[in-house]
């Protein structure tokens, strides 16, 4: 084995309900999951095949802070189920596909709404609006073991105590098993891996001195500061 030429970069983690350590290694994101977001985005709500984009696993943030990125002036949130799988595979079955998770916690994709518009005219990827540094502020993540599987609850986020997103999860066109199973055609998923589940109507802009309340029914709530 050769030595390393660099220092190995650091295992990105998050925290676990129980007090543990999550691994990441990586972080995919489906788009337009609930009919009325694909609606409020312009988009035909019925049930094409699902869309997944990546952030990278460093952008899973638990300090509560969300720095507001540069080159944007329309900073969105956008509430999300985070999925975390403990094993993974290649054509995973959807009737299987629950066996591949080890937890469940709250997420936000925030998002430079105007670079990934400007990316969408343009056909380009959308790293430039999604995979930004500290981009999915998170809570800790609930171990299926003990909370059992989610598939329906409320899933809201307010801003200054204003309500601006406010859904259940049981309005996911593509549901948790569905979304590993078909991911698991694509691309072969393992252990560490963590999907984020699309968001409800309702998102918007957010200032620098905001503070976003994130919640899942079951999961608690996360409180983020725009800094
Ligand atoms: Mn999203």
Redesign the pocket.
């Known amino acids: 084995m050769s030595d390393l030429v660099i220092a190995a970069p650091k295992q990105h983690t998050i925290p676990t309900a129980d007090g543990g350590a999550f691994p990441v290694r990586r972080v995919y994101?489906i788009?337009r999951n609930f009919a009325d977001h694909a609606i409020e985005m312009g988009h035909d709500p019925n049930r094409e095949a699902p869309f997944f984009f990546q952030k990278n696993p460093d952008n899973l943030d638990p300090s509560g802070q969300f720095p507001y990125p540069p080159h944007s002036q329309n900073v969105h949130h956008?509430v999300?189920l985070l999925i975390a799988l403990k094993s993974g595979g290649t054509d995973i079955s959807v009737s299987s596909a629950l066996d591949h998770v080890w937890g469940y916690g709250v997420a936000l994709?925030m998002?430079r709404r105007d670079l990934q518009g400007e990316a969408k005219k343009a056909g380009r990827p959308w790293e430039i609006g999604k995979a930004v540094e500290r981009s999915a502020p998170i809570g800790p993540v609930h171990p299926a073991s003990t909370i059992g599987h989610i598939d329906a609850g409320r899933i809201a986020v307010s801003v200054n105590g204003v309500v601006k997103q406010d859904g259940d999860l049981n309005q996911m066109i593509w549901k948790v098993p569905e979304m590993i199973s078909y991911l698991s055609e694509y691309f072969e998923l393992a252990a560490g891996d963590v999907i984020?589940g699309?968001?409800p109507a309702g998102v918007g802009p957010v200032e620098r001195g905001d503070t976003m309340l994130a919640s899942i029914e079951g999961l608690g709530e996360i409180s983020v500061t725009v800094v």
């Open positions: 994101c788009g956008e999300e994709d998002t984020l699309g968001t």
